[in-house]
């Protein structure tokens, strides 16, 4: 009997345990490898933020194209704060290493990644093709995919409208254009700022020096010197420094800045710069992935979208000449205007555009050739 009851308690007692172990913790409730809340559609947990990256090919303090899309990302993680905009690489060249960077970005959960520089193009296309679950965005370039679209702007616009300010301030009649790598983007930025100079003052030339970088400052001050001394009074340029707006200054000369308002890095110097402003289509297209409405498309904002526009006037320009130039603004954002519309006649005085034509916007990203008034060969 009494080895019965031992056998009794000893069964009791196993059971007891056993019950007990299942209680707390034998077994871990649905959720994350933590234990924690569970992932909300999508794989992502509900206090998790949705991590985008950034790509780019200068450093943030540039001054220019990067500092530009720099403060679109921080105007994305002010306007949204379910967002996580804090991941970016700066100074990434346009070569090989630009498949690593993307997929480090890729593998680390970011669901959308903006790649801002155009030599980014192919990479961008062979990582997303990896990644099909992720967007990715890639500015100026043309190539796009299911999940990866294109981004830019009408940044002729403006460009137009600065080489009024410079056509109605040369005095000389020679306007200088530090340009950076030939492509289209540049031609049609050249295009379009000697149009707009010679809309109010014909006898204007704009004489183009390349480059071949983006962020080189001490090249591209040297490079604006060099028209300087060929009789250039007005300094424009594609560059991503105001390394040619300082030699302008330097020289007692004007300068037309670019991607942001320059005046302060060469304040005597300065007559406008062309801006961009990337913030407000950083929010519409993060808002879109996280709300699965957001297709791939090659997106062409205009001065209309507020992603181009004019930056603030030096107090050195006239206010007659303001008013003509804001004037032209209006007429482009209500539509009345059209930079690349005839008559447009080439460098050798052929017409390519008939009068009363537009440009399509095929050719218009394809620009290979350069306007009459432009004195500079296009590199093969």
Request: charged share 25%; with cysteine; glycine share 10%.
């Amino acid at each position: 009997m009494r080895k019965g009851w031992r056998f009794i308690l000893v069964l009791l007692l196993a059971l007891v345990v056993a019950v007990a172990a299942a209680g707390c913790g034998g077994q871990k409730p649905a959720g994350d490898s933590k234990g924690g809340e569970k992932p909300a559609a999508g794989g992502q947990a509900k206090d998790e933020k949705f991590k985008v990256a950034f790509i780019y090919v200068g450093p943030v303090g540039d001054a220019g194209w990067t500092w530009a899309h720099d403060q679109g990302r921080k105007y994305l993680a002010e306007k949204l704060p379910w967002v996580d905009a804090n991941t970016y690489m700066e100074s990434v060249p346009e070569g090989a290493d630009v498949e690593r960077v993307l997929t480090e970005l890729a593998e680390k959960g970011n669901k959308v990644i903006f790649a801002t520089s155009f030599g980014y193009m192919d990479y961008v296309i062979k990582v997303a093709e990896k990644y099909p679950d992720m967007v990715f965005l890639h500015c100026s370039g043309y190539k796009t995919a299911k999940n990866v679209g294109t981004y830019f702007g009408a940044m002729e616009e403006p460009r137009y409208l600065s080489g009024m300010v410079a056509g109605k301030m040369t005095k000389s009649n020679i306007l200088g254009y530090v340009a950076a790598h030939p492509i289209p983007e540049v031609i049609r930025g050249i295009n379009a700022f000697t149009l707009g100079a010679r809309s109010v003052n014909p006898n204007v030339k704009v004489k183009v020096v390349w480059t071949n970088t983006w962020y080189d400052p001490a090249a591209e001050k040297q490079a604006a010197l060099s028209l300087l001394d060929a009789g250039a009074d007005v300094i424009a340029q594609h560059q991503d420094t105001p390394g040619p707006q300082q030699a302008a200054q330097e020289r007692g000369k004007y300068g037309i800045g670019y991607n942001s308002d320059m005046r302060q890095f060469a304040p005597n110097a300065n007559l406008t710069s062309p801006i961009w402003n990337w913030g407000p289509y950083y929010v519409k297209t993060v808002e879109a992935v996280k709300n699965g409405t957001w297709k791939s498309e090659d997106y062409y904002g205009t001065m209309k979208d507020g992603i181009v526009d004019l930056g603030p006037f030096s107090d050195k320009v006239p206010q007659e000449v303001r008013d003509l130039v804001n004037q032209k603004k209006q007429e482009i954002i209500d539509g009345k205007f059209y930079v690349f519309q005839g008559p447009i006649k080439d460098q050798s005085g052929k017409i390519r555009v008939q009068e009363g034509q537009k440009m399509s916007h095929e050719d218009v990203l394809g620009f290979n050739w350069f306007v009459e008034g432009v004195e500079g060969e296009i590199p093969k």
